[in-house]
């Protein structure tokens, strides 16, 4: 008998079977393409053999969540750990194909967990010029017997040139005002709304206002390193515009597709395997109608746990 979820659960599980119509409408890529061939679509395949097809320097903005340096299944697709070497070798290979695709005023994103950020970071700044480390907070995580739980996340930030985009003030976090200071009785530097007193600050490469999905949330999925929407946004608004196109070659669930969607950017993606490749293309068809992306709403990225990001999830 099958298991049912619970009413609030909007866990995205769609078996390949039960979604082998959204497997069809991805396409694969075994010849050399013009960017019209794939913009806007899903590529099923693998990264390392499909991207020497397509154009070159056609990326606006790069966001890439490579394997760790862990042993994880991928939706049957395994990757094992291997020594430091071997895994520089991995992120060296990888990293070389993609930097043609990007812009000469592009910019790119790699996410990496602590152990494998020391390598990335290393490798970036051989191919790209190095602006930043974003560091957020997952929030979630497993403790250990003998180590400091792991509860950060790195993200590199990087440019192909010096002329590049970044949108400040599309990326500034609204907080709540605790001591409201005010001249000539008017609030200086924040804003009095109905739902509280709010300043929108300046973001740091410090992220504390992130949350995993989880099981109620409609963007959450089965897989197992799923990225969340805001954290997504954040850096899309930031060093893209509307129109740009966004390449990601490693899609999983096709957070960073789905996000720039939202937003009105076009994209790319690479996704090997099927199973992830159904649930990306369901939510990149969800989000033609809802483009609601949460903790972010009118404009505005709220710090987690603000009434207003509460009415908006």
């Given at each position: 008998?099958?298991?049912h979820k619970?009413?609030r659960?909007?866990?995205?599980d769609?078996t390949?079977?039960e979604?082998?119509?959204?497997?069809?409408?991805c396409?694969?890529?075994e010849?050399d393409v013009?960017l019209?061939?794939?913009?806007?679509?899903?590529?099923?395949?693998d990264s390392?053999?499909?991207?020497?097809h397509?154009?070159?320097?056609f990326?606006d903005?790069?966001?890439a969540?490579?394997?760790?340096?862990?042993?994880?299944d991928?939706g049957?697709?395994?990757?094992a750990?291997?020594?430091?070497a071997a895994?520089e070798?991995?992120t060296?290979?990888?990293?070389?194909?993609v930097?043609?695709?990007?812009k000469p005023?592009?910019s790119?994103?790699?996410?990496?967990?602590w152990?494998s950020?020391?390598v990335i970071?290393?490798v970036?700044?051989?191919?790209f010029?190095?602006r930043?480390?974003i560091?957020?907070?997952?929030?979630?995580g497993r403790?250990?017997?003998?180590?400091?739980?792991?509860?950060m996340e790195d993200?590199?930030?990087?440019t192909?040139g010096?002329d590049?985009t970044?949108?400040?003030d599309?990326?500034?976090?609204?907080?709540?005002?605790?001591?409201?200071?005010r001249?000539?009785?008017k609030p200086k530097d924040?804003?009095?709304?109905?739902?509280?007193?709010?300043?929108?600050t300046?973001?740091s490469?410090?992220?504390d206002d992130?949350?995993?999905p989880f099981?109620s949330?409609p963007e959450?999925?089965?897989?197992p390193?799923?990225?969340?929407?805001?954290l997504?946004a954040?850096l899309i608004?930031?060093s893209s515009?509307p129109?740009?196109?966004v390449?990601?070659?490693?899609?999983?669930?096709g957070?960073?597709l789905?996000?720039?969607s939202?937003?009105?950017r076009s994209?790319?993606g690479?996704?090997?395997s099927d199973?992830?490749c159904?649930w990306a293309?369901?939510r990149l068809?969800r989000a033609v109608?809802?483009r609601?992306?949460q903790?972010y709403?009118?404009g505005?990225?709220?710090?987690?746990?603000?009434f207003?990001n509460?009415?908006?999830?």
């Amino acid at each position: 008998m099958p298991e049912h979820k619970a009413p609030r659960n909007k866990t995205i599980d769609t078996t390949v079977e039960e979604g082998k119509a959204l497997l069809e409408r991805c396409i694969r890529v075994e010849h050399d393409v013009a960017l019209g061939d794939v913009l806007d679509r899903l590529i099923l395949g693998d990264s390392l053999e499909v991207i020497p097809h397509l154009p070159s320097g056609f990326a606006d903005l790069i966001i890439a969540d490579p394997p760790y340096n862990l042993y994880k299944d991928f939706g049957g697709k395994k990757f094992a750990r291997r020594d430091p070497a071997a895994y520089e070798k991995y992120t060296r290979a990888w990293l070389s194909i993609v930097a043609p695709l990007l812009k000469p005023d592009g910019s790119i994103y790699v996410c990496c967990d602590w152990e494998s950020s020391l390598v990335i970071g290393k490798v970036m700044g051989e191919m790209f010029n190095v602006r930043n480390r974003i560091t957020w907070q997952r929030e979630k995580g497993r403790g250990a017997t003998s180590n400091w739980k792991n509860g950060m996340e790195d993200i590199w930030y990087a440019t192909a040139g010096s002329d590049f985009t970044f949108n400040l003030d599309d990326v500034k976090l609204r907080r709540r005002v605790i001591a409201p200071y005010r001249e000539g009785g008017k609030p200086k530097d924040w804003q009095e709304t109905g739902a509280g007193n709010f300043r929108d600050t300046c973001p740091s490469n410090f992220w504390d206002d992130i949350s995993i999905p989880f099981w109620s949330m409609p963007e959450n999925t089965a897989h197992p390193t799923q990225k969340p929407e805001k954290l997504l946004a954040k850096l899309i608004l930031a060093s893209s515009n509307p129109g740009d196109v966004v390449f990601d070659p490693f899609a999983g669930s096709g957070s960073a597709l789905v996000t720039a969607s939202k937003l009105g950017r076009s994209y790319v993606g690479i996704e090997i395997s099927d199973q992830y490749c159904v649930w990306a293309q369901e939510r990149l068809e969800r989000a033609v109608s809802d483009r609601t992306i949460q903790g972010y709403a009118d404009g505005v990225f709220w710090e987690r746990n603000t009434f207003a990001n509460q009415k908006n999830k």
